[in-house]
T-cell receptor, first 119, second 109 residues
Framework: NAGVMQNPRHLVRRRGQEARLRCSPV?????VYWYRQLPEEGLKFMVY????????ESGMPKERFSAEFPKEGPSILRIQQVVRGDSAAYFC?????????????????FGPGTRLTVL | QKEVEQNSGPLSVPEGAIASLNCTYS??????FFWYRQYSGKSPELIMS????GDKEDGRFTAQLNKASQYVSLLIRDSQPSDSATYLC?????????FGAGTTVTVRA
């Protein structure tokens, strides 16, 4: 039962370094979403991608953050020049459909998350 | 993101009791609603989805939806210590989920 996989599970970076977070969706899912959970806060949407396309990045900070979902390989969330405020849990989710189908196919299943700590 | 409000916790219930969790949302056009459970340090786990007005039951869990009142709730019957977790209400806005802040439930033995 291959669910959403994320790696690394824990990542420690010093201020100014780059962080790369990887997400492999459920097999057969072509829709990937990234969410961030800051300490003591709720989950916030960051970006929605389909293969080779960014559909909505409205929740992602304009600077230092980027995301991709190439034709082959996992989705990558990249944070350049990390700051302490980037310390959070980053969750990836996937679904088999992305629209408002109102059914099970639009259900988002979450991966285990990557916990980023910036020193 | 649209607003999703959950009743403030934490909520402490004795084992075997009913835990009642409430959630309201701001977008009257929302169609899909979800309850996720999140244990400390873990990822959200889907426990219920509901799309139509009324009740939906799955084991010890019952979700209730009232679109006219923009209200969705979750009842946990016969609460067990393993139900101790944070429960997240999520509303789908097109393709992205808007989450409430969560309600932490503690089931005391």
């Amino acid at each position: 039962n291959a669910g959403v996989m994320q790696n690394p599970r824990h990542l420690v970076r010093r201020r100014g370094q780059e962080a790369r977070l990887r997400c492999s969706p459920v097999k057969g899912h072509s829709h990937v979403y990234w969410y961030r959970q800051l300490p003591e806060e709720g989950l916030k949407f960051m970006v929605y991608l389909q293969k080779e396309n960014i559909i909505d990045e409205s929740g992602m900070p304009k600077e230092r953050f980027s995301a991709e979902f190439p034709k082959e390989g996992p989705s990558i969330l990249r944070i350049q020049q990390v700051v302490r405020g980037d310390s959070a849990a980053y969750f990836c989710a996937s679904s088999s459909q992305g629209g408002t189908s109102g059914g099970r196919t639009d259900t988002q299943y979450f991966g285990p998350g990557t916990r980023l700590t910036v020193l | 993101q649209k607003e999703v409000e959950q009743n403030s916790g934490p909520l402490s219930v004795p084992e075997g009791a009913i835990a009642s969790l409430n959630c309201t949302y701001s977008d009257r056009g929302s169609q899909s609603f979800f309850w996720y459970r999140q244990y400390s340090g873990k990822s959200p786990e889907l426990i219920m989805s509901i799309y139509s007005n009324g009740d939906k039951e799955d084991g010890r869990f019952t979700a209730q939806l009232n679109k006219a009142s923009q209200y969705v709730s979750l009842l946990i019957r016969d609460s067990q210590p393993s139900d101790s977790a944070t429960y997240l209400c999520a509303v789908r806005d097109d393709y992205k989920l808007s989450f409430g802040a969560g309600t932490t439930v503690t089931v005391r033995a």
